[in-house]
Each structure stands twice: as C-alpha cells, then as structure tokens.
C-alpha cells in the first residue's frame, strides 16, 4: 500500500465528479510531468490525498 498526495486546484470537481484523477504527461517545456509520471504508479488499495486549493478535500 502506498499514499499518494494529488495536487488537483480547478480540476479537482470534474476529476472527483468523473471517478478519476488526470495529469498532463508533459510539462510546459514539453518534458516528462512528474506528477503523471507518479499516477502511473498507483494501484488498487492505495491511498490518494486529494489537495485543491491549499487544503485536503477528500481521500480514496
């Protein structure tokens, strides 16, 4: 089992609305995004804080 902590701000209402969480898997200079590159590692029985906004809103 692993904690994942997602930073989600604006998005967090549709991601939560829609069952999922989403990352760009590039970052404005058109590398690798860490944070997509992180939420290819959860799996099933994971924890995920969910932070929009300067605080946590929910955990799954």
């Known amino acids: 089992m692993s904690v994942f902590y997602v930073f989600q701000g604006e998005t967090y209402r549709?991601?939560?609305?829609?069952?999922?969480?989403?990352?760009?898997?590039?970052?404005?200079?058109?590398g690798a995004n860490a944070g997509y590159t992180a939420m290819t590692k959860i799996r099933r029985g994971d924890f995920i804080l969910h932070n929009s906004n300067g605080k946590i809103v929910s955990i799954s």
């Not at 549709?14 to 898997?25: A, K, M």
């Open 14 to 30: 549709e991601e939560r609305s829609g069952g999922y969480v989403w990352s760009p898997q590039k970052n404005k200079s058109g």
